[in-house]
């Protein structure tokens, strides 16, 4: 089994495209539902498959959130031109962060226009692509 990618309903989905292909994603493909309702399946050049869908159903009026949704993560190879890029593109990419310290991992955070949270994450040299058990410290034993 594998998870095949997350799906936001989105308000404005013009607005969406704008903001998500200023990020980098490109359209892979739209199914229209009927009655303004429409599908729009994402995806990064170097992905193979469908990474991200926005999911637009103007009916059920705008989007809330909540509060059971964190964020999406982004992995980025240049997290600081991609954040100058961002910027130049009119969004707002937050500063440069170092959670894990001066080794570990750069991150930004900025949100899409229905406020979606998205981390973008910049690997140190030599980390493998994404989290692994690697990452976490291992009881003595195992």
């Given at each position: 089994m594998r998870t095949l990618h997350p799906a936001y309903r989105v308000t404005d989905l013009g607005?969406?495209?704008v903001?998500?292909?200023?990020?980098?994603?490109?359209?892979?493909?739209?199914?229209?539902?009927?009655?303004?309702?429409?599908?729009t399946m994402l995806k990064f050049p170097s992905d193979e498959f469908v990474a991200l869908e926005?999911?637009?159903?103007?009916?059920?009026?705008?989007?809330?959130?909540?509060?059971?949704?964190?964020?999406?993560?982004?992995?980025?190879?240049?997290?600081?031109?991609t954040v100058e890029a961002l910027?130049?593109?009119?969004?707002?990419?937050?500063?440069?962060?170092?959670?894990g310290g001066p080794d570990g991992a750069q991150t930004s955070w900025l949100s899409d226009?229905?406020?979606y949270r998205i981390e973008l994450v910049q690997w140190p040299p030599g980390h493998p692509d994404g989290i692994t058990a690697a990452d976490f410290p291992q009881p003595a034993g195992l």
């Open positions: 607005a969406s495209v903001f998500y292909t200023a990020l980098g994603y490109g359209q892979v493909g739209r199914v229209d539902l009927g009655e303004g309702a429409s599908l926005l999911v637009h159903r103007p009916g059920d009026g705008p989007v809330d959130i909540g509060t059971g949704f964190s964020h999406l993560a982004v992995q980025i190879d240049n997290l600081k031109a910027t130049q593109a009119g969004l707002r990419p937050g500063p440069i962060e170092l959670p226009p229905d406020g």
